[in-house]
């Protein structure tokens, strides 16, 4: 193949602006070392990307894939959760809790008064100090 045209490639990618990305990705990764999968014959890495395109050496849908998978910054990966029944078991209590003090209408504090909030306070030992820090 001489010349790759849009035409070569539009039938293996339906659509114009995903076949650009697939063959950008695809020329960032032989630019960074990947193995190509057709003769160069002098060509520069976006050439040589439609090309494998166009003669199908890679598949489009391995080449979105990769492209997906680059771009993404956080792949979450579902775990099951070892403590879901115990912590479902102690929602449960603690709304059952707050209906309960829902029926007495009276809602009660630990009151502190500010001499022994301040006594409090001084009691405190300071950490000691370390050569960490």
Do not use: W, Y
């Amino acid at each position: 193949m001489a010349r790759v045209t849009v035409e070569d490639c539009i039938d293996k990618v339906d659509n114009r602006f995903e076949l650009v990305l697939l063959a950008g990705h695809r020329a960032r990764q032989i630019s960074q070392g990947a193995m190509i999968t057709v003769d160069r014959d002098n060509d520069k890495n976006p050439v040589v990307a439609l090309r494998e395109i166009a003669d199908e050496t890679l598949s489009p849908e391995d080449l979105k894939e990769a492209l997906i998978h680059s771009l993404q910054k956080h792949v979450e990966v579902d775990e099951p959760e070892a403590e879901a029944p115990e912590q479902i078991d102690k929602v449960a209590a603690q709304d059952s809790a707050v209906a309960a003090s829902d029926d007495d209408d009276q809602v009660t504090f630990d009151r502190m008064s500010e001499e022994d909030l301040l006594a409090g306070i001084e009691g405190l030992v300071a950490p000691e100090k370390s050569d960490d820090f």
